[in-house]
Every structure is written in structure tokens, then in C-alpha cells.
């Protein structure tokens, strides 16, 4: 059986990965390089840096895993050289991302008529789209940037039009190098050209926004509105950055309960087909765990949707206490990248908008539809218990 290396503090990782091969925990703060290089599969998480000096020594190495959806923290030109092969978790945290971004945007404008509003969102790939469909569903303007992604069904425009809206949100991956370089993306003239009071949600990459551009802008004028979940250096953030954001907090956007167990059973099914092995068997037993029930959501009319939809949000994501507690735990100490880390650490996983459901046949067609593109189903059962029973959270 193959030796896994595994950082320990990633949810799901020893109750899916033990049929596999022989589980060798590590701690992430006081990493033991000897223990990695004994790996033959290493599963972790962008937290550690996996660059040419680890793979060299790291003889045995063959599959690299890792729970985020980014391969920068990854040397992928030498792993190629190498022949290691490298899985990610792309796509496994798409609804919980965008409960994340949707949270801050209520938690900013839970009183201001929606259809006001112009949201440009930077990258259309599955979250970028994700967040586009529940935005245009609540009324909102959209307008999508994404060079690489002319889809007729979406509204695309240039980067001058992204700067003229309300909200702008950040979807793109960090690429340093190349024709697709995202590396400070957002720039100095980007952010200069900005109207006061433009709200940037960034849930990407800190990279992709040049922070020292946007600190500078910030000293001088302090007039737009930030709600960031990533960070330039993380794990060792500049302080000062978070002293500007309404909302702060540790790189947790995607870190809902479903989403990183769905992470973990996709690299599972990566890694078992790598080595050919049929992942039902290794299940097997297991699967039962996995397999838990929907709860039922709007069992009465609300007196005002919006202001439903709105609690549910802060339900699942907590936004405003996140950022309360971490802004709060940088005040007090002076190491960022300790706080940081703890901060993410000892987060909690929390529910999705999609973990739910309802029954309610008192909502108009129009409140279905939007909690549809939220990804909560209604659905139209004769007995409650029957719906109980029935629907259950994909293995």
C-alpha cells in the first residue's frame, strides 16, 4: 500500500483516504520534512509551498493532491519533469463560494433596492458563473470580464465596464507568467479609475490585486469598500490591509462542509483511478458517513424574502462575526501570520444554501426560481416524511 502523507487538519482526509494506503499525519506549523519525503501520494493544502528542493528529495513521490482549487503553491514545471502527477480540488467549493460573496453583498446592501445595483464579476469560469446566475436572478446588472470565456449566455464586457459598477468581484486564478498572467491584474489605473464607495469582494488570490497600489490609494482617499477572504503573502498578511475591509477573513470562503468533504472524495477518485483501482470497493463500508440529510428550509410564507434569503445566508456563513473575530485577534497580537493561521485552523465548518431545502407551496414562482439559482430545490411532496427520508446529500 502506498504511504499518504496528509496534513491532519484537512476535514474528511483520513475517513476517505485510509482505504487507499497507510495514513502518515503531519502538522502543517512544525512541518517534518523527512516524513514528506518518505511519500509516495502527498495530500495537502496551499498552506504549504511544494517547490523543486522538496520534490527532489522527495524520491518516492508519484501523486500530489491538494484540497484547493490553485496549483500555485505547487513547482508544476519540475513535478512535470518529474513525472509527478498533481490533482486538485477545482470546482468542489463553487456553492460555497458563492454563499460567500452573496453574504457580503447582503451584509452590505440588505436594505438597498437590489436592481440598483451593477455588479461586475472578473472570470467566468464556475464560480464566476455561479455568482453571476444568483446575482442577475435578485434583478441585479450584470457584466462579466473574461477573455478567455466568450459565452453568448452572459453578459460580456471590457474592463472599462467592470470599473463603472456598484460591486465588483474577483473569480480568476493566479498565473504569474504568460499570456494569461493575472499577477496584479487590478492595478494601479484600475483602482484609480474606481468611483467612491465601489465595493471589491475578492475570494481568489490576494496576487491578483496589487496591494500596495490599492494601500496606497486607501492612505490617501479611504473611499471604496473591501471585503476580502484572500490575502498578498498569506500566510503572512500585511496588517494594515484588514484595517481598510468592512469585511476580513482568513481564506475561508470555500470552506463549507460539504465543499471540502466533496473535495476530498473528488482527489479520492483521482487518486484511485490513477492507480486503477475501482473506488466503489474502497467506499465501501464508508459510505454511510457520508450520506446525510437535507434539512427543510421555509416551512412558512416569510413576511419578506429578501430578508429570508438574507438570514439564511448569515446562517450558513456568519460573515460579519468572522470578520469581527479575526480583525479582532490581529489587534491583539502582533505576529499576522500566527493569527492567520490559528484563525484558520480553528474555523468550523459550516452549511451551504444547497445543504437545504423546501416544501413551501405558499412561494411564488419567482422566489423558487431565485432560490433555485441559490441551489436550494423546492420540492412538492405529498408527506413531509416521505421528503424526509427520501432526499439525502450526494456521496
Not at 271 to 283: G, I, M, R, V
Request: glycine share 4%; charged share 25%; with cysteine.
Amino acid at each position: 500500500m502506498p504511504i499518504i502523507v496528509y496534513d491532519k487538519e484537512i476535514p474528511f482526509s483520513y475517513e476517505i483516504f485510509s482505504k487507499l494506503g497507510k495514513m502518515v499525519p503531519i502538522d502543517t506549523d512544525n512541518v517534518d520534512w523527512d516524513i514528506i519525503n518518505s511519500a509516495e501520494i502527498l495530500l495537502i493544502r496551499s498552506n504549504i509551498k511544494i517547490d523543486s528542493k522538496l520534490i527532489a528529495n522527495a524520491e518516492k513521490l508519484k501523486v500530489i493532491c491538494t484540497a484547493s482549487a490553485g496549483v500555485e503553491h505547487i513547482d508544476t514545471v519540475y513535478a512535470d519533469q518529474r513525472g509527478i502527477t498533481i490533482f486538485n480540488a477545482k470546482g468542489s467549493n463553487v456553492q460555497a463560494v458563492a454563499d460567500y460573496v452573496l453574504a457580503a453583498f447582503f451584509a452590505m446592501f440588505k436594505r438597498v433596492p437590489f436592481m440598483e445595483k451593477r455588479v461586475g464579476i472578473i472570470g467566468l469560469g464556475m464560480i464566476g458563473q455561479e455568482v453571476y446566475r444568483r446575482f442577475t436572478s435578485l434583478g441585479c446588472y450584470c457584466v462579466g470580464y473574461d477573455p478567455f470565456n466568450s459565452k453568448q449566455s452572459f453578459n460580456i464586457g471590457k474592463i472599462d465596464d467592470i470599473l463603472s459598477c456598484d460591486v465588483i468581484t474577483f473569480h480568476i486564478p493566479l498565473i504569474k507568467e504568460g499570456l494569461q498572467k493575472t499577477y496584479h491584474f487590478f492595478s494601479k489605473r484600475e483602482i484609480s479609475a474606481l468611483r467612491p464607495g465601489t465595493f471589491l469582494i475578492n475570494t481568489s488570490r490576494g496576487e491578483v490585486i496589487d496591494e500596495d497600489a490599492l494601500l496606497s490609494h486607501m492612505r490617501k482617499k479611504n473611499n471604496l469598500k473591501l471585503a476580502f477572504d484572500v490575502w498578498n503573502g498569506e500566510p503572512n498578511i500585511n496588517k494594515e490591509m484588514t484595517t481598510y475591509c468592512e469585511l476580513a477573513t482568513p481564506h475561508i470562503a470555500g470552506w463549507s462542509e460539504t465543499a471540502r468533504k466533496d473535495a476530498m472524495i473528488m482527489l479520492f477518485e483521482k487518486a484511485s483511478s490513477y492507480y486503477n483501482l475501482n473506488k466503489l470497493n474502497f467506499f465501501r463500508g464508508q459510505s454511510n458517513k457520508f450520506q446525510e440529510k437535507k434539512q427543510e428550509i421555509l416551512t412558512h410564507y416569510p413576511p419578506d424574502f429578501m430578508d429570508l434569503l438574507s438570514t439564511m445566508l448569515e446562517k450558513c456563513v456568519d460573515i460579519k462575526t468572522h470578520s469581527y473575530n479575526f480583525k479582532l485577534a490581529l489587534n491583539s497580537q502582533k505576529n499576522a501570520m500566527t493569527v492567520f493561521n490559528a484563525s484558520r485552523s480553528a474555523y468550523r465548518s459550516r452549511a451551504q444554501l444547497s445543504d437545504f431545502f423546501t416544501s413551501n407551496n405558499e412561494l411564488s414562482y419567482k422566489e423558487r426560481k431565485i432560490l433555485k439559482n441559490f441551489g436550494i430545490p423546492f420540492i412538492q411532496l405529498s408527506s413531509r416524511q416521505k421528503l424526509i427520508s427520501e432526499i439525502k446529500c450526494k456521496l
